[in-house]
């Protein structure tokens, strides 16, 4: 699956962005989406993902409560709202998927997840 992300920017402290990523490919499935973020000089880092399905979602605790996952199953579409930017919230952030469930998978890290979309930045001033 080919997984095309938009919706980086350059906001202020306080604002709101969405992002979303759009996935396609010949004989579509989906078991689990995802959204992952790396800082300038840091590791990439989970931020959250959501079931297809049943739409289940989990966040990391420093998003939580800020950040919201959902997805459009016709338009092969998840999005990431994000309110009450920090500067800290500054990276590139990349979407994942996984077309396939598995009890191995730890899908809170990047090992969960066998397709990457480009990176997306987005640059949150104070």
């Known amino acids: 699956v080919q997984l095309q992300a938009s919706g980086g920017g350059l906001v202020q402290a306080g604002d709101s962005l969405t992002l979303s990523c759009t996935a396609s490919?010949?004989?579509?499935?989906?078991?689990?989406m995802g959204w992952f973020r790396q800082a300038p000089g840091k590791e990439r880092e989970f931020v959250a993902r959501i079931t297809w399905t049943g739409g289940s979602s989990f966040y990391a605790d420093s998003v939580k409560g800020r950040f919201t996952i959902s997805r459009d199953v016709p338009k092969n579409t998840v999005y990431l709202q994000m309110n009450s930017l920090k500067p800290e919230d500054t990276a590139d952030y990349y979407c994942?998927?996984?077309?396939?469930?598995?009890?191995?998978?730890?899908?809170?890290?990047?090992?969960?997840?066998?397709?990457w979309g480009p990176g997306t930045l987005v640059t949150v001033s104070s």
């Open positions: 490919g010949r004989r579509f499935s989906m078991y689990i």
């Open positions: 994942a998927a996984n077309q396939y469930y598995s009890a191995r998978h730890d899908y809170t890290a990047e090992s969960g997840y066998g397709s």
